[in-house]
């Protein structure tokens, strides 16, 4: 299994990243949406077949052929690694194995990074991290974010095993 950990301050993109990432593997690598679970079930009218919008917290799992994907937006506290731990134990129970995780993550200097590395098993042979800041400007921000999200999708793009994706 291998890990893709965006790592970033609070407000950095994590989960509009995993959101984009989740869209473009359902839409253009035509993986199936197997489980979707919106983390607060209460923001509104719950849809448990759908990608889920860029700025809410879920976890999905994608299939494709004998590949699955298992994204997971939901990083900000101890409750949320323990879910995605319970989850991935769940599935391994039934037999499935996710060939990649998606999950975010705070900086390396928090208890709570450490925790992540602990519950989840996670290595420096077994994950790819993209470190994720803060962008702020005045008037031209919303081009500048459009900029850095496009930028850094590239960098997953490369970052994301060959067999995962269509050629």
């Known amino acids: 299994m291998k890990y893709l950990v965006f790592?970033?301050?609070p407000n950095s993109g994590k989960t509009t990243l995993i959101g984009r990432l989740a869209r473009r593997f359902s839409e253009e690598?035509?993986?199936v949406l197997v489980e979707y679970k919106d983390i607060y079930p209460n923001h509104g009218t719950p849809s448990y077949y759908r990608i889920p919008n860029e700025s809410e917290?879920?976890?999905?799992?994608l299939k494709k052929n004998?590949?699955?994907i298992l994204l997971h937006s939901w990083g900000d506290v101890k409750s949320s690694i323990d879910f995605l731990a319970e989850v991935l134990n769940h599935l391994a129970q039934i037999n499935i194995y996710p060939d990649l995780?998606?999950?975010p993550s705070h900086d390396g200097s928090?208890?709570?990074y450490k925790y992540v590395e602990e519950r989840i098993g996670l290595n420096h042979e077994n994950k790819t991290e993209i470190l994720l800041g803060?962008?702020?400007?005045?008037?031209?921000?919303?081009g500048a974010v459009e900029w850095y999200l496009n930028s850094i999708m590239g960098l997953v793009n490369r970052?994301?095993?060959?067999?995962?994706l269509d050629e």
């Open 66 to 68: 004998n590949s699955y």
């Open 29 to 31: 690598q035509e993986y």
């Open 134 to 142: 803060r962008m702020v400007r005045g008037k031209r921000r919303n």
């Open 101 to 103: 995780v998606v999950m």
């Open 7 to 9: 790592t970033g301050p």
């Open 159 to 164: 970052s994301i095993p060959s067999n995962l």
């Open 57 to 61: 917290d879920f976890h999905i799992l």
């Open 110 to 112: 928090t208890w709570l």
